[in-house]
C-alpha cells in the first residue's frame, strides 16, 4: 500500500501561487482541489498519467480523516469498486492534478475564492 505520492510540477504551481495570494495551506487547497475534482465527474484515461515532477504528498495530509469518504466518492463517480493501489495513488494524483487546474479557473473568476466556492452549489 502506498502513502505517498507526487504531484504533477502545474499542481505544484498552481498551489504555490494560491497558497501565496489566498493564505490558504496547502492541505485545504488539496482538499478543495480533490471536492472540485470529483464533483466533476469521472476522470478521462490521459488524467490518470500526468507527469510526477511536483511536490511529495503524504497519504494522511491530502485525505487526512475523510480517506475513506474520498475513496467512496471517487468509486461513486467511477461506477465501479477501486482498489487501494488504484485509489492511492493513482486517483487521487488525479484528482489532484485535475481539481488543481480547477481551483485555478474558480480563482479567476472570483475576488474571494471561499465565498466563491461555496457559492457554487448555490447556482445548480
Not at 511529495?56 to 461513486?76: M, P, S, V, W
Not at 487501494?84 to 489532484?96: G, I
Request: negative net charge.
Amino acid at each position: 500500500m502506498a502513502f505517498k505520492l507526487k504531484t504533477s510540477q502545474q499542481t505544484e504551481e498552481i498551489f504555490n501561487r494560491i497558497e501565496a495570494s489566498e493564505r490558504l495551506p496547502w492541505p485545504t487547497l488539496m482538499r478543495l482541489a480533490l471536492s472540485l475534482s470529483i464533483r466533476q465527474g469521472s476522470l478521462m484515461e490521459l488524467e490518470l498519467y500526468l507527469d510526477n515532477m511536483g511536490r511529495e504528498l503524504n497519504r494522511q495530509t491530502i485525505t487526512g480523516d475523510a480517506d475513506t469518504l474520498y475513496k467512496c466518492l471517487i468509486e461513486l463517480q467511477e461506477g465501479r469498486h477501486i482498489s487501494d493501489e488504484e485509489y492511492f495513488p493513482t486517483y487521487v494524483k488525479a484528482h489532484l492534478d485535475r481539481g488543481a487546474r480547477l481551483l485555478e479557473q474558480e480563482k479567476k473568476y472570483s475576488r474571494d475564492l471561499l465565498v466563491h466556492l461555496t457559492e457554487l452549489n448555490k447556482s445548480i
